[in-house]
């Protein structure tokens, strides 16, 4: 079974740093897309920044030139480095991928989220 597993938020005062992961486990044959979305309060879940395979990389206009998106391919593994946290930073941070898995005759791609990571910037 595959699962997402993301580490790293927390309580970090404005203009602090952060660094989020997410790794994927399970029988896994390939993964696409890998990016980070969050969802504030009463607000709908928005993406944050996601990155190729190849490494090509999108971010929202909000977090652009703050945040960066990487990924370790041969760890199956997506990081999100937060700089110059601001307070209207502060949501659950998703991970999300788009895994192929397998089994002993098949392969399956999926969309998979991971738990989610609170992450708090006070002012």
């Known amino acids: 079974q595959v699962q997402l597993v993301e580490s790293g938020g927390g309580l970090v005062q404005a203009g602090g740093s952060l660094r989020l992961s997410c790794a994927a486990s399970?029988?896994?044959?390939?993964?696409?897309?890998m990016g980070w979305y969050r969802q504030a309060p009463g607000n709908q879940r928005e993406l944050v920044a996601d990155?190729?395979?190849?490494?090509?990389?999108n971010y929202a206009d909000s977090v652009k030139g703050r945040f960066t998106v990487s990924r370790d391919n041969a760890k199956n593994t997506v990081y999100l480095q937060m700089n110059s946290l601001k307070p209207e930073d502060t949501a659950v941070y998703y991970c999300?991928?788009?895994?192929?898995?397998?089994?002993?005759?098949?392969?399956?791609?999926?969309?998979?989220w991971g738990q989610g990571t609170q992450v708090t910037v006070s002012s």
């Open positions: 990155i190729t395979t190849g490494g090509r990389t």
């Open positions: 399970g029988s896994i044959s390939s993964i696409n897309h």
């Open positions: 999300n991928a788009d895994i192929t898995s397998y089994g002993s005759a098949w392969y399956l791609t999926h969309n998979y």
